[in-house]
């Protein structure tokens, strides 16, 4: 069998170098920001940390009552790898400190890890994100307001009769989207998850938040997604026009933690917000990877003819 010449093999060994730089570049070209909390010291709380990228503030302070300490822990969900570090939210109830973000005009997704380290996700327990217009803004006392109803997602436990995140409640699901702090079940919509939040589990979650050309009025949620985009898991539509015209902070928010007993502490990492699902979701390993490894090996064989 005939030699592939040098300069052919160097030809295609490029081309696949290229192209894979290429593809990476074009990945990342969508990411809006993200924060894997690893340059941070465990031990510290995380207001001031500077990290990651895309973001045009340092993290903000939490409200009363709550404590944001960078903890070291490794999560994992989803084909998502946290790291050496993640952040513990613990206190009875408030926002956990916001970052601020040029403003955002475009539907964009957002992906996050999340577990209850410790305790035991009852009661009203809940822990989500809002993707706001201010620091501390969770529209409260929305909807009702045009232009002021904050969409979040997150966990969320209920006592309630006929509220979605009660697990007694047919059909519910612990991972929930809603409306500023309304009580659900009108302002909720949930995941359907048998065996509720298991303590020390990671989760990941990816929301999407969708613009209407004006406001962003309605989001759509998956839990550990991995591949290609499938169907949203949960969706949460407004009234139209309801929903905040522009996006400038996230945050993370808990309720109702218990805070003597069994104390509940949350822990979330590898915060990303990125316009396309490709910035926050992991590629199956079929679809990329393989036909690398694929045409690699052939590459490698014919050297060795
Ligand atoms: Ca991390
Ligand atoms: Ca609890």
Known sequence: MNPIPISARKFTAAAIVFSVVLSFHEAEASIIAMDDFDSYTAGNALVGGN?????????????????????????????????VNAVQVA???????????????????????????????????????YASNGAANTGINSPGAANNTVLTFGMRNSTAANDPSNPLTAGSGPFMLRAGTGAPPSTASVIPFAGGIATGSDYYLVARYNYSGTNFDSIDMWL??????????????????????????????????????????????????????????????????????????????????
Do not use: H
């Open 91 to 129: 206190g009875s109830g408030n926002i956990s400190g916001a970052r601020a973000l040029d403003p955002i005009t475009a539907t964009f997704y957002v992906g996050a890890l999340v577990r209850l380290n410790a305790g035991v996700w009852d009661g009203s327990n809940t822990f989500s994100f």
């Open 224 to 305: 550990n997604p991995m591949g290609a985009q499938g169907a949203p898991q949960a969706s949460l539509s407004l009234t139209a026009g309801f929903g905040l015209t522009s996006i400038t902070n996230i945050f993370g928010r808990a309720a109702v933690l218990q805070t003597t007993g069994a104390i509940d502490q949350v822990w979330f990492d590898q915060l990303k917000l990125g316009t396309e699902w490709t910035d926050v979701v992991v590629p199956e390993p079929s679809t990329g990877l393989l036909g690398l490894f694929a045409c690699g090996f052939a590459l490698l064989r014919r050297r060795r003819a």
């Open 51 to 83: 990290g990651g990228s895309g973001f045009n503030a340092a993290w903000g302070s939490p409200g009363a009552n709550v404590t944001t300490t960078v903890v070291a822990g490794t999560m994992s969900a989803a084909g998502i790898n946290g790291g």
